[in-house]
């Protein structure tokens, strides 16, 4: 008996430690995911109120999900998903025709056929001609004729003494020019380079005092007698220009009058210009 006593009274205490442990654990955990969730909230409250802890919260997730993504696609041989970059297309030179005005759509048309090059991007830089030339007070066809000779809308373009770009501009020469579109290697974006090339123009002709005496500053011909026929080359361009822009036919294959620069070296121009070289000013007497 007294045994048996002492085991029901072993067996009363040992349910009793156990309901007491249990209780005791259930609400330590209570408590601790009550602090957990306080903790939360507070922590949810306090980013609410700071747009950059929620912009890098954000930014980790999504850049989580994206590797996930990518992850996946490239398992699968497609490696376009992980070199993706969605705003590329704002760096490209590029316009719709059809924004155009009557004139400038005429005259990127004709210099889209005549230097097989494609439409959109002529048709940008047909745009940034009359902005600029506009701003500087040059005649837009005229910056365009100097593209077309310089380097047949070859942004890559360049020459074996430098000359860089659409507009072969000296870019050794003119390296501050391009500190306001943030370096030298601004020479190759092709709007940049337009610009800088228009400046440079512009200040061949002001100190040359008239155009033909500016462009022979440009291509670096002020010192000699002859440029080369560099001058009438570009005119003559111009002239074609003008009067695609006016609504008259001019034929793509028009003759232009060669030249033949004898002040600097001009490597070969592409194939698909007709009698366009991709030479580059020298510009070297703006430095006399």
Not at 200 to 212: P, Q
Not at 223 to 237: H, S
Not at 264 to 275: C, F, M, S
């Amino acid at each position: 008996m007294n045994l048996l006593r002492t085991v029901r009274a072993v067996r009363t205490s040992l349910g009793v430690f156990i309901r007491d442990v249990g209780h005791g654990l259930l609400e330590v955990s209570h408590n601790t995911l009550a602090l957990l969730g306080l903790a939360v909230v507070a922590a949810l409250v306090f980013a609410g109120g700071r747009a950059d802890l929620r912009h890098q919260v954000e930014q980790a997730a999504f850049d989580w999900l994206q590797s996930r993504h990518e992850a996946r696609a490239e398992s699968d041989g497609n490696l376009l998903v992980s070199l993706s970059e969605p705003d590329a297309v704002a760096r490209a030179t590029a316009a719709d025709p059809k924004g155009l005005t009557r004139q400038q759509a005429a005259v990127a048309q004709w210099l889209s056929r005549r230097y097989r090059v494609a439409p959109e991007p002529v048709s940008r830089l047909v745009q940034e001609a009359w902005h600029v030339g506009q701003r500087a007070g040059l005649d837009p066809t005229l910056i365009l004729a100097i593209v077309a000779i310089e380097s047949s809308f070859n942004p890559f373009a360049q020459s074996a003494v430098g000359a860089q770009g659409l507009m072969q501009v000296m870019t050794r020469v003119h390296d501050d020019k391009y500190q306001a579109f943030g370096g030298i290697h601004a020479a190759f974006d092709p709007v940049t380079n337009l610009r800088v090339g228009v400046q440079v123009l512009k200040e061949c002709i002001a100190r040359a005092g008239g155009l033909e005496a500016g462009l022979r500053y440009y291509v670096g011909a002020a010192n000699i007698t002859d440029d080369g026929g560099y001058a009438g080359k570009v005119l003559a361009e111009q002239s074609n220009l003008q009067r695609v822009a006016n609504g008259k036919g001019v034929p793509i294959n028009a003759p232009i009058t060669p030249a033949v620069t004898a002040t600097r070296e001009t490597p070969a121009a592409p194939a698909a210009a007709p009698d366009a070289k991709t030479g580059g000013p020298e510009q070297v007497a703006l430095l006399n």
